[in-house]
Nanobody, 126 residues
Framework: QVQLVESGGGAVQAGGSLRLSCSAS????????MGWFRQAPGKEQEFVTT?????????YQDSVKGRFTISRDNGAANTVYLQMNSLKPEDTAVYYC??????????????????WGQGTQVTVSS
């Protein structure tokens, strides 16, 4: 069992930045690839980015490339981060982190993730 807790959400103006954190506890964090997904009001949950268990491989949804950066600390922090820069109103959503033991290199598929956090709200105003 892995417990995931997101933090760092909030309200910012367009062009601003936020850094989301997802702290993991339970089983060995470094054994899991991690991902971030988001769900805007009235829309399906969508993939944002993923990082391999080692942190060497990352993959991004096209709309966030060059603006968002995923990283992880497999040491004492056991945390995955999402640095979000140049935020746009369309980035407004609840952001969820997720852990996958099925896809070591990371995955954009929700079905590959075993554990999910509770989500953190990001609101970007124009």
């Amino acid at each position: 069992q892995v417990q995931l807790v997101e933090s760092g959400g909030g309200a910012v103006q367009a062009g601003g930045s936020l850094r989301l954190s997802c702290s993991a506890s339970g089983r060995t964090f470094r054994n899991y690839a991690m991902g971030w997904f988001r769900q805007a009001p009235g829309k399906e949950q969508e993939f944002v980015t993923t990082i391999s268990w080692s942190g060497e491989s990352t993959y991004y949804q096209d709309s966030v490339k060059g603006r968002f950066t995923i990283s992880r600390d497999n040491g004492a922090a056991n945390t995955v981060y999402l640095q979000m820069n140049s935020l746009k109103p369309e980035d407004t959503a609840v952001y969820y982190c997720a852990a996958s033991s099925l896809a070591a290199g990371g995955s954009y598929l929700k079905r590959d993730y075993n554990y999910w956090g509770q989500g953190t709200q990001v609101t970007v105003s124009s």
